[in-house]
């Protein structure tokens, strides 16, 4: 079969939709994490605005709800000057029926110029990117188990900002890896940056085997997982794990594989906690080490609006 | 009505049969095959250069009547058999409503004789409403036409429900027809592995196929039932069906146009024309189906046609309705894996015409004796197609409402080889290129 | 690529000159990226005033064609409010960047006076932006690019192209 072109580039190599960290040249990464960093002082300024998508309209479509990943793009499309529409689809229209590119269709005919989209099935914004015009931009805000690429780079710029280098990092992610997007984005991310050693840690039924397909090494071992690790990445454990029948219960999870500073001890002295918030407080991860001092949990949101302010302004630029 | 056709290799491998000549028919039947002198034929086909085959038997068409004709008219879709060279056709049961009552199978039997003169042989539901509880009655929806019975999609999860219905079965001899798949474990939308773990896509693993087989084969050991496999996916099963053979179960098998030629890989972007039941599964498994239908572990090829609306295509892919087209494409792509096989020619016709026909076996009643054949005497299902020639699948050029099919032209990007010149059914020409 | 008769080095001492009619002791100069920050660099060593560095990349009216530049950073390390400013860069034309440049500065505070020197005026304005010292003006066609360019002995040199 024929394999066809990453639907992310126009025919330049330029991005023109942002929907998985996987297919991205290394280069179009590095650019959204320098890019990044200018913004950041953005940040900083009395007047934290740029006009370089004045007069555009950034449509927030949430099939799923997030308030918070939601607000974050809204601050980033504001402070780039964008007018920020956010639409609410489980009231409207979709649950009266109408299909996913209706509602897309719909949008279009108003002028809008990004679409950020979160939805609940794997390879949603692919699909919509397809269909699309041609001079709209969309930005994967989560799908399904598939993707979230913004949070996968604000993690790297995270972990760029306190480590400086990927080529000799060892990272461990913990957790329900297999049903997370944020698991999948980062690993593609830390694998084209160059980061030798991923170790994707918790039971076997959030962790299995198959997973080293995706360039990692497994471990069920929690102390195997995190020993002498530089990067600890802890993942919100859901409710649904305990009710699908994967897990008896988080009390065991917290016992087994939960981050507690005797945990935390096994990774170097110099470590970095990371979490993609929100953080459930006794289940993945212990009060003390949330709020302690090798956790950078606040300053991935700092940087994930800086992050989105990059890759917005990025797509804006480039023509499909 | 006499029909000549001239100077066309023919080839029949369910006799060998592979010369130059001409097949005259009258009265509905193949009247002289070879050299055939004066005949004063109505009308003469003009064979040279093209291939003169049996009709085409597949196994397993969906005509989406009754229940689902905003999805595939009766008339369309046996236009479409007719397009493809097809001549015999399995329908499932799983129409809306389920064929499990006689009446609806003559209505669907009645129906299909006005339209078309494709032979419609449709396989009866095994348990009523397909809900897995209550049998069928099995032995009038044989009279009324049904030639097996199946579970199309829907497995049974009681197995003393599955215990009893082989059991019946074989008390009359009737052939039921399974999906190797587990109800719980087959619960995914794309096969598990590297593909579906990378695109978060919920895993179907080949524990699903292997369990379900086990299960069948012991139930068939305590029962000594006959059991058609429909459309095995992977290289595991293909391993069991092998050694249930060798150890003398009564089973058949077989595997679709899909599995045949593709892989997990194909998805791609989420392709939800890949969106498929059985899931695309990995490469080895597909060298293993490849292996298994050229060695006879697996005994037939089917189209496993299935029209779907371009609606429940444009949806994301775990959304999407699994299926695609095939009627038309099944001469082709037999003869794409018979190349790529390096295989004869009559293997590629074999698996679409002897073998199908051997596997349905006396259900066919007199007609087994020369359907998917080119016989002296027997029916004129014939189907005449060019080798040589190519296509591109698009839209237009299919007769079917289904345009759904991975091998699009317009995301696939080749052509197929074969196309089809002429068809006839009971010697009247069913379709003309 | 000719190197056109102008002597960069030469012009520099030219600038100098300009910029010390127009500094007091508290002036910041601000180079504008990336010609500029050169010779702000060496002008503010070579005055002992304090320096910085500016970009336009986001306040450029040209966005929606060219895309995003590599937004080198803006480095502005002193308070810009109050603050008497003199813009250094090294060839103005259309004004454009000098534009976006001003937009930049007033996203950090309310600066008391803002001043632009420059090497070398090549005329071709297209905005009413004019400089308050230029140490050279030449006429080139608007095909040709003029380049400032810093050689291996850190001597500045012109490229025309």
């Known amino acids: 079969m024929l394999s066809k072109r990453n639907p992310q580039l126009n025919k330049h190599g330029e991005l023109i939709h942002l929907l998985s960290i996987e297919g991205l040249p290394r280069a179009v990464i590095e650019q959204i994490l320098d890019t990044a960093g200018s913004f ?27 308030t918070r990943t939601r607000t974050t793009f809204e601050i980033a499309a504001k402070r780039l000057s964008a007018d920020v529409i956010n639409l609410d689809i489980a009231r409207s229209s979709t649950a009266k029926g109408e299909t996913l590119l209706d509602t897309v269709a719909n949008l279009s005919a108003m002028h809008a110029d990004m679409f950020v989209v979160r939805h609940s099935e794997s390879g949603a914004p692919h699909l919509i990117a397809q269909h699309c015009a041609p001079h709209v931009h969309v930005v994967n805000a989560g799908d399904g188990r598939h993707a979230h690429p913004t949070q996968g780079l604000l993690d790297m710029y995270t972990i760029r900002h306190f480590k400086k280098d990927f080529r000799n990092l060892t990272v461990a992610i913990v957790g329900d890896i297999v049903h997370s997007r944020v698991a999948r984005s980062d690993i593609h991310a830390l694998n084209v940056l160059g980061v030798p050693e991923i170790r994707a840690v918790g039971p076997k039924t959030l962790v299995p085997g198959d997973l080293r397909d995706m360039g990692v090494r497994v471990c069920h071992d929690m102390a195997e997982g995190v020993k002498g690790a530089d990067v600890v990445i802890m993942l919100r454990l859901q409710n649904e794990r305990m009710n699908g029948g994967m897990l008896p219960s988080s009390g065991e999870f917290f016992k087994h594989f939960g981050l507690t500073p005797e945990k935390l001890a096994l990774a170097k002295p110099d470590a970095i906690v990371m979490h993609p918030g929100p953080i459930n407080r006794g289940v993945e991860i212990a009060s003390e080490v949330a709020d302690g001092k090798s956790s950078v949990i606040l300053p991935q949101v700092t940087f994930g609006i800086a992050v989105r302010m990059a890759v917005m302004a990025i797509l804006a630029g480039n023509e499909a | 009505m006499k029909i000549l056709i001239k100077g066309g290799r023919l080839i029949d491998p369910a006799t060998n049969l592979d010369r130059t000549g001409d097949v005259a028919i009258a009265n509905g039947r193949i009247v002289h095959l070879g050299d055939v002198g004066d005949f004063g034929a109505d009308r003469t086909v003009d064979a040279r250069g093209l291939i003169v085959a049996p009709g085409l038997v597949d196994l397993c068409a969906r005509l989406r009547e009754p229940g689902h004709e905003h999805e595939g008219l009766l008339e369309s879709e046996l236009a479409a058999a007719a397009a493809g060279g097809v001549t015999s056709l399995v329908c499932p049961p799983d129409t809306d409503p389920v064929l499990d009552e006689p009446g609806l199978v003559e209505m669907l039997k009645f129906r299909a004789r006005k339209l078309s003169r494709c032979r419609l042989f449709p396989l009866g539901a095994l348990t009523r409403q397909l809900q897995g509880a209550a049998l069928t009655e099995m032995a009038e929806l044989t009279e009324a036409g049904c030639i097996g019975f199946s579970q199309a999609e829907v497995a049974i999860k009681d197995t003393l429900v599955l215990n009893r219905a082989l059991q019946y079965a074989a008390t009359y001899g009737y052939t039921v027809w399974l999906r190797p798949q587990d109800a719980w474990l087959g619960g995914g939308v794309a096969a598990s592995g590297p593909v579906a773990t990378r695109l978060g896509l919920s895993g179907v693993p080949v524990s699903a196929e292997t369990v379900a087989l086990h299960t069948i084969f012991e139930l068939m050991r305590a029962t000594g039932a006959r059991v058609h496999l429909c459309r095995l996916s992977s290289a595991a099963g293909v391993e069991l069906v092998h050694a249930a053979k060798k150890e003398g179960l009564a089973i ?40 298994g239908l050229a060695d006879g572990t697996i005994d037939a090829l089917v189209s496993d046609h299935m029209p779907v ?125 | 690529m000719s190197e056109l008769l102008l002597d960069a080095e030469a012009l520099y001492l030219e600038l100098k ?78 004004g454009r960047t000098t534009r976006a440049v001003i937009n930049e500065l007033f996203d950090f505070g309310r600066p008391a006076r803002v001043q632009l020197a420059v090497l070398v005026d090549r005329g071709g304005r297209e905005l009413p932006i004019e400089p308050a010292f230029s140490a050279a003006r030449v006429t080139l066609g608007p095909d040709q690019k003029l380049r400032l360019a810093q050689g291996e002995d850190r001597r500045l040199k012109f490229e025309v192209k």
């Open chain 2, 252 to 291: 058949t098998a077989d595997v679709s146009i899909n599995s045949l030629h593709l892989s997990d890989v194909d998805i791609g972007y989420f392709d939800s024309a890949m969106r498929l039941t059985p899931p695309l599964r990995q490469g080895r498994d597909r060298d293993a189906l490849r292996a």
């Open chain 3, 17 to 94: 000159k300009g910029v010390q009619k127009l500094m007091t002791p508290d002036t910041a100069l601000v180079g504008i990226w990336s010609g500029g920050a050169w010779l702000a660099e060496r002008l503010a060593a070579d005055l002992g005033l304090a320096s910085g560095t500016i970009s336009s990349a986001l306040h450029r009216d040209d966005f929606g064609s060219r895309g995003l530049v590599k937004a080198d950073h803006t480095t502005l390390p002193f308070d810009v409010n109050g603050r008497d400013i003199l813009l250094i860069d090294d060839v103005l034309y259309t």
């Open chain 1, 40 to 66: 950041l002082s953005v940040n900083d300024r009395e007047v934290k605005k740029v006009p370089l998508l004045r007069g555009k309209s950034v449509f927030n479509l949430f099939f799923e709800n997030s």
């Open chain 2, 309 to 433: 609306t371009t609606d429940e295509k444009a949806v994301p892919f775990a959304e999407a309705t699994p299926g695609a087209t095939g009627l038309e494409l099944l001469l082709s792509l037999a003869l794409r894996w018979a190349r790529d096989a390096e295989l004869p020619l009559q293997r590629a016709l074999a698996v679409v015409t002897a073998e199908p026909v051997r596997v349905l076996g006396s259900a066919l009643g007199s007609l087994s004796a020369s359907a998917g054949r080119l016989v002296e005497g027997g029916v004129a299902d014939v189907c005449v197609f060019d080798a040589n020639a190519s296509w591109s699948v698009t839209p237009e050029a299919l007769a079917s409402q289904g345009k759904h099919t991975p091998f699009a032209y317009a995301s696939s990007g080749f052509e197929l080889p074969a196309r089809v010149r002429t068809t006839l059914v009971a010697g009247h020409i069913a379709y003309e290129a």
